[in-house]
């Protein structure tokens, strides 16, 4: 799959697109969950039906952070390089990251696709139904529709909805806020995961018999609730099973700190500093708190783990 940037205004068709017509899904699609999966598919299984590149076109960084829209998208759901590895995962050749900045916000929606669109040689695009763009993101489905005629056939995809709601980023994110995991993984259509590097921590989890993995993420993710869940992380292309505490560790530490992961894997007794480490966040078990002896905290520790065994179904 390739991934190719782009500046507005396009200097010219990157080679690895020229003579080839895209079937393209355009959307930011952060956390490229159920409903935006289903608007990359169609894309996808256009391109295979009539010969063409399968696209995704997506925008970098978030418009409402270079907007000043709030802190609120600072972070994300999938930050891009996740979101790439994802798309790949659906099927798609390539990926087409548009640079957002103040000079693309003002592009008119009629620009984008004279613009942007034909010189691309979009010939199918894909956008769910309640996609904007353009200026004050005045372009809508219907507009791009009428105004990409007759070179570009324009699908547009309906909402996905899960217990009567829309399934969408802000969804997810309330789901992530609240803890509420499971839930998350039902609109992702897969857990909920970030991604770090396993760095030296305090070593007080060797102490006690529970080692724990710190995991140091660098990408801005949107991070759940804090307290302790059930995860699967994955090293080396392996899948292993634990608990996460996910909070300021207030045992041992002054309130106000920074937010840490620690990971503690069943069964896993390798040295993996400065590894990377996948972290698969499947049911929330309890909020973090302070405890009033290490012991006590052993105690819970242990009950947290056999907790997340037993939702897990392991022996033992």
């Known amino acids: 799959m390739d991934i190719i940037t782009l500046n507005y205004p396009l200097p010219n068709v990157p ?54 829209q709030g802190d609120h998208y600072y972070s994300a759901l999938t930050p891009l390089r996740d979101k790439t590895a994802l798309f790949k995962e659906l099927g798609v050749d390539v990926v087409l ?20 669109l034909r010189p691309l040689q979009a010939k199918h695009v894909v956008v769910g139904f309640d996609f904007t763009f353009g ?22 995809v309906e909402q ?10 802000t969804l997810v994110r309330a789901a992530l806020e609240e803890g509420r995991v499971d839930e998350a993984a039902l609109l992702l259509g897969r857990p909920y995961s970030v991604t770090g590097v396993v760095a030296h921590g305090d070593k007080r989890g ?13 990408e801005r ?23 996460m505490n996910l909070g300021k560790k207030p045992t041992f530490k002054a309130p106000g700190g920074e937010t840490t992961l620690e990971a503690h894997l069943f069964d896993f007794h390798r040295e993996i500093y400065g590894d ?36 897990f179904e392991l022996n033992g």
Request: proline share 5%; charged share 25%; net charge positive.
């Open 135 to 156: 200026y004050r993101g005045l372009g809508t489905p219907e507009l791009l529709t009428k105004e990409g005629r007759p070179e570009i056939e324009v699908e547009i």
């Open 221 to 243: 993710y949107v991070l759940p609730r804090l307290g302790v869940y059930a995860i699967t992380a994955e090293w080396n292309g392996k899948s292993f099973y634990g608990v």
């Open 206 to 218: 060797r102490t006690i018999g529970y080692p724990t993995a710190n995991v140091e993420i660098q």
């Open 97 to 116: 990251v548009v640079q957002f900045d103040l000079n693309f916000a003002a592009v008119k929606p009629e620009q984008f696709i004279d613009e942007v």
């Open 15 to 68: 080679p690895a697109l020229q003579g080839k017509p895209l079937s393209l899904a355009v959307g930011h699609f952060d956390g490229v969950h159920r409903g935006h999966q289903n608007v990359i598919r169609k894309a996808v299984e256009a391109a295979r039906r009539n010969g063409m590149l399968a696209g995704v076109m997506t925008f970098h960084p978030h418009p409402k952070e270079v907007l000043g």
């Open 276 to 311: 990377q480490l996948t972290i698969r966040f499947h049911s929330f078990i309890r909020s973090e708190r302070k405890f009033g002896s290490v012991d006590e905290l052993i105690e819970q520790i242990h009950k947290d783990s056999a907790t997340a065994k037993m939702r």
């Open 160 to 169: 996905l909805c899960e217990r009567g709601v829309k399934v969408s980023s």
